[in-house]
């Protein structure tokens, strides 16, 4: 190939360091001869196809660079999920462009999307190299040890609950947050971060890949609410009985017949009905007032600008390898951040196989999962190294 | 006096640097000999009259330093509001310790509280010193610039605000935020502290002084979604109508008759009411689907990690002041912090009478509110120097 173009775009939910993803792609390939134009896609896919695109081959390295460090997606996001026809158009665009090269940041869709597209341009013998760059706050790609977006979600999460915790014990009373996560426990589990002792918090912590029973929920915070005279609460958006059904739902439908319309995901909904039944069903500790509250953490957790470290340094690694990979000839892969062997910890950056990562979704190993309703220490001394410098706690 | 013993506690809702106004009484203190034992509460009046107490004299400076930079209240905090008969029960035990010098950290109904019990000191002829030390993220005390806690709460507010409008900004849509405040909306208008023109959010922003109309709300969001095809919102939880009515109160007994028991405080019912209605009379941008989002905010305002660093020195010194005033020869009074006139920040701290700042609730400055549904760029001015280091923004 002579001079190519090529062109990024950003998908799905936002996180704290998809922008350095889309900063790696793009300063990698406009430093290399080969290329023409990079343009960037606003709004995903959807900009893709409506042809609204942003030359980023010469904006400044100084203005790439805040870029890279703020929050979200600075080309805009799309939640479309492409199909064949919608990826042929997709296509056509691109060859109208003489794009050669496409990289989507973004979780399992937007990998199967980079695999649909693939398969579009193989059958009519174009030759575009399609790599999928990794973001997800959940941590659900299959072959990654972790994903870049993770970590500073992780990070948020972790420091949340130890002020909470905190707060908890300055005004004793049960507190549930509500974390995001709705198929994958990783980001729920990420409260255990600060967690020093079995007296801080949270002192439980329920998954989606265990089965949550509604009178064992209440029986252990109970337990410990009497012992410890509080308790803390980590609860994934995605905790089900086991038969499926999303305990928000399964509250609502048991307690109030016409709440039909109340929106489970996006709202405070599943705490405060947690919160409810709590405060119908647990008993103060001797000589305190039953003290039941409820916050769910929201888009915080996604965009909050205090990102790790860590995970800035790797999202941005990320998107330089794949532009790497990609001029160095491989025609198709998805990055995934590996961890390597031994005592201190070091990430090795690689590509698999779109389809090892499009359309399917990691679970927490249930190694870490003690119980059915706590995370082990062992996950949390996993994700330690990931989450950037964390604060030193003082106690009286 | 010979050597006196002294006692320090904490009151009310924690903040992020409560700690460093503990520390900052404590050390002043026993660096001095005229002092015999500094005595820490535990959970404020409660542990006083219980004798819960922790002797601070001989912990380490290291330790000491370490407390000052944890949030939350590390002696444990109480919501009691002691009546005169309570206080007489306070002033016993401390009188029965040969306890001279009073310090306690709070809000306006622990203001209220040192006064009591300077009452009950007067009248019985012993010489008790009673300090009011300040604490409140909800910055409405009387005779303040502002209060310690509040240029950390409002830093997070202000923190999540700009994330979110960035992520509002990648995924377009409606997205209300609701912030804590019932009475004073200081830390809603801290939502406006990243705003840098008017494409950013939050683009509404509802305080608790400004009257709260529903339909022109609804009607002042579509005006935004129109135009801008997205529109970030800040609402005080104590937002209500021209009656004094609460609109969460309103909207349940508007809607749904048998909503009775959701609890408005503490839980994201209003956010969640607040969206529904507005998913029900709202019309989206043409070629965008209706997305309508809330989230409520919660404790992490007021205890996330992340302390401003001007908070976490004022704060400090407001403590060590405190100490230095009684230690002068100073009865009783409330330190204030305010601010000095001029082009650069400096504030100034001072000691204002106890029945200034007891009881009374200081309210957002009307010159501070647009139309009753926004807020000015002065105000930003005048937060900004109060919110330590805070990020740059890089768009594309």
């Not at 001869?33 to 409506?50: C, L, P």
């Not at 597209?117 to 040890?145: A, M, Q, W």
């Not at 405060?279 to 769910?296: H, I, M």
């Amino acid at each position: 190939m002579a001079t190519a173009n090529a062109i990024v775009a950003q998908s799905g939910g936002p996180t704290a360091v998809i922008n350095q993803s889309l900063v790696g792609v793009v300063e990698t390939l406009r430093n290399d001869d080969r290329f023409g134009k990079v343009f960037g896609a606003r709004h995903g896919v959807a900009g893709m196809v409506a042809d609204d695109l942003v030359d980023l081959s010469s904006i400044s390295q100084n203005q790439l660079d805040l870029v890279a460090a703020t929050p979200s997606a600075a080309l805009g996001s799309s939640r479309d999920k492409p199909d064949k026809a919608y990826c042929e158009r997709i296509f056509e665009k691109l060859r109208d462009r003489d794009i050669r090269y496409f990289f989507y940041i973004g979780g399992n869709d937007s990998a199967d999307t980079c695999r649909i597209v693939n398969e579009v341009s193989d059958e009519s013998g174009y030759e575009l190299r399609c790599f999928h760059v990794p973001k997800t706050i959940d941590n659900d790609l299959e072959k990654n040890d972790h994903t870049p977006g993770y970590a500073s979600a992780a990070r948020y999460v972790g420091l949340a609950f130890m002020g909470d915790n905190l707060d908890n014990r300055a005004l004793p009373g049960v507190k549930i947050n509500v974390v995001m996560g709705r198929h994958a426990g990783f980001l729920t589990a990420a409260s255990a971060l600060m967690r020093r002792d079995s007296e801080d918090g949270p002192h439980l912590i329920y998954v989606p890949e265990a089965t949550f029973d509604l009178e064992r929920f209440t029986r252990d915070v109970q337990e410990i609410y009497s012992s410890l005279g509080r308790c803390q609460i980590a609860v994934s958006e995605g905790i089900h009985d086991a038969d499926g059904q999303a305990i928000g739902a399964k509250l609502i439908s048991g307690e109030a017949d016409d709440h039909g319309n109340v929106q489970l995901s996006g709202s405070g909904a599943l705490g405060d009905l947690l919160a409810e039944h709590l405060k119908k069903n647990l008993t103060a500790p001797a000589g305190q007032k039953l003290r039941v509250r409820a916050d769910t953490l929201g888009y915080p957790q996604r965009c909050y600008p205090d990102a790790s470290s860590v995970d800035q340094e790797e999202a941005r690694a990320v998107g330089r390898f794949a532009a790497e990979t990609a001029m160095r000839g491989d025609l198709d892969g998805s990055i995934a951040i590996q961890r390597a062997a031994g005592d201190s910890y070091k990430a090795n950056i690689t590509v698999v196989r779109l389809t090892d990562v499009a359309g399917h979704t990691r679970h927490l190993p249930e190694e870490f999962i003690v119980d059915g309703r706590n995370i082990s220490t062992a996950f949390a001394n996993w994700l330690r190294p990931l989450a950037g410098d964390l604060p030193a706690i003082g106690r009286l």
